[in-house]
């Protein structure tokens, strides 16, 4: 009796499971949704540090999506590009140094005001001021060094994703914790 009442919970568990990735599918297409993709780049202090894993569980944990992620160098042109709004800043050169000491990790974050919710999760730019369970809080004790970037807006989030990443590489699959991350209305 128990065995046939687990089966039947499990059917309508998976049930329930496939019927929210639907919708959630079909919200993706409706220009209504608040889904959002971010990018994320795991700066050479990260990288450096060891706290690559760390970092990537948090978005994990707190029900991010993981739709792209890669090691790359970036090249002149990439982190000229991307801090173009530094580029009179006296310590520019710095910056660019630092971007380029090793690899870094980039990253395609999926979620409902995504972009919002990982600069929260980022903190502000100077760790040393970075709220405590914030990344930046938590890793960081320098303004330069310290440790993510996250896009700041649906533009740049664009802007990014198109430098950093080629179409094939962002992933569109079934978030099987969709049902227990959101609300119906909310996706
Ligand atoms: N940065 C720095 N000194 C500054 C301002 C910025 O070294 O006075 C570096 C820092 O690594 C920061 C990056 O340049 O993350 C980009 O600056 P931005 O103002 O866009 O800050 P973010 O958006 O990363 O918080
Ligand atoms: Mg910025």
């Given at each position: ?106 990253m395609a974050l999926k979620g409902v005001d995504v972009i919002n919710v990982v600069r929260q999760l980022a903190g502000v730019t100077n ?8 990344i930046r809080g938590d890793y960081s004790m320098s303004v330069q060094e310290n440790i993510v970037h996250a896009s700041d807006s649906p ?33």
């Open positions: 009796m128990v065995i046939i009442w687990m089966r039947k919970i499990k059917k309508f568990t998976l049930e329930l499971i496939k019927e929210k990735n639907l919708q959630f599918l079909e919200s993706f297409s409706n220009s209504f949704s608040t889904m959002q993709v971010t990018v994320v780049l795991l700066k050479p202090s990260a990288v450096q540090r060891g706290i690559l894993g760390e970092v990537i569980t948090r978005f994990e944990k707190k029900g991010i999506q993981i739709v792209g992620m890669k090691m790359l160098c970036l090249t002149d042109e990439m982190v000229s590009e991307h801090y173009a709004h530094l580029a009179h800043k006296p310590f520019f050169g710095r910056i660019k140094e630092s971007m380029q000491a090793s690899p870094v990790v980039a760790g040393r001021e970075a709220a405590p369970g914030t533009e740049t989030a664009a802007l990014e994703l198109a430098r950093f990443f080629s179409e094939s590489e962002i992933f569109t699959y079934p978030h099987f914790l969709h049902p227990f991350t959101y609300a119906n209305d909310e996706l």
